[in-house]
Nanobody, 124 residues
Framework: QVQLVESGGGLVQAGGSLRLSCAAS????????MAWFRQAPGKEREFVAA????????YYAESVKGRGTISRDNAKNTVYLQMNSGKPEDTAVYYC?????????????????WGQGTQVTVSS
């Protein structure tokens, strides 16, 4: 089991950058495949980015490809999401998720553990 806590959300102007952090508890953080999802008002939760256990492979949604960077520091039990060139459509609650097993990484059902979410608002 792992517990996740997101931070770094807030208000950012369009074109600006932000960095989200997800702190995980437990001594087996490196065993988990990690991901970020987001959910905008009135919309379904959508995949943003994912990273493999050792951080050697990353995956991105088309909407953030070229703008977003996911990374992790297993020594600090933390995963990050760097977003550049923020757009109003990036406004959403961002969730950190963890999976112990391989699966369909872009589907929320593949992840058994979730954080509470952190709100990001990008203004025009």
């Amino acid at each position: 089991q792992v517990q996740l806590v997101e931070s770094g959300g807030g208000l950012v102007q369009a074109g600006g950058s932000l960095r989200l952090s997800c702190a995980a508890s437990g001594r087996t953080f490196s065993n988990y495949f990690m991901a970020w999802f987001r959910q905008a008002p009135g919309k379904e939760r959508e995949f943003v980015a994912a990273i493999s256990r050792a951080g050697r492979r990353t995956y991105y949604a088309e909407s953030v490809k070229g703008r977003g960077t996911i990374s992790r520091d297993n020594a600090k039990n933390t995963v990050y999401l760097q977003m550049n060139s923020g757009k109003p459509e990036d406004t959403a609650v961002y969730y950190c998720a963890a999976s112990l097993f391989d699966g369909s990484i872009m589907r929320s059902s593949a992840y058994a553990y979730w954080g509470q979410g952190t709100q990001v608002t990008v203004s025009s």
